[in-house]
């Protein structure tokens, strides 16, 4: 949180103690002023936290990764589109990995890698993805 939420929200805090106490709640309720500006006190700051909370939360939500299809062909590296267009081509991991000259732990990473920045979660979804995109071609 930055310093000038906390000061603004610290500050509407303090106003709305100053203005309770300006009330005097104490006319309604005699003698228990002190737990009654307490319990709103903590009412106030129950109410403050949960609006920050849902404000990050959409804040949070409204920021999903975008793609900006003008730069596509730098969302994923070389070996990263090599892996997609084989994946493409409908090759196991194995097969992938026979064909690049490297291990099979090296395709997963590359594939996790591209779920990631293809915001996805299968290979159906990312060679879908990848072909809206223009990062792979059609196979022919």
């Known amino acids: 949180m930055r ?4 000061l603004l929200y ?24 002190n ?7 903590v009412i ?5 936290g949960a609006f920050v909370g849902q404000w990050f939360i959409k804040r949070k939500a409204t920021r999903s ?3 900006n299809t003008s730069k596509s ?5 070389k070996r990263e589109l090599e892996v997609l267009h084989l994946l493409s081509l409908g090759h196991s991991n194995q097969e992938i990995a026979d064909q690049l000259f490297v291990s ?7 594939t996790s890698n591209i779920y990631q920045k293809l915001d996805v979660k299968r290979r159906t979804q990312a060679v ?3 072909l809206d995109l223009g990062l792979i071609s059609p196979p022919t």
Request: charged share 15%; glycine share 6%; net charge positive.
């Open 65 to 67: 990764f975008e793609i």
């Open 3 to 6: 310093l000038k939420e906390v």
């Open 128 to 130: 879908q993805k990848g």
């Open 104 to 110: 099979i732990t090296t395709i997963k990473t590359h």
């Open 44 to 48: 106030v700051l129950l109410a403050v």
């Open 35 to 41: 737990d009654i500006l307490l319990a709103i006190g």
């Open 10 to 33: 610290s500050s509407i805090v303090i106003v709305l103690l100053v203005v309770l106490n300006l009330v005097r709640f104490n006319l309604f309720f005699m003698g228990n002023r």
């Open 73 to 77: 062909q730098s969302i994923l590296s």
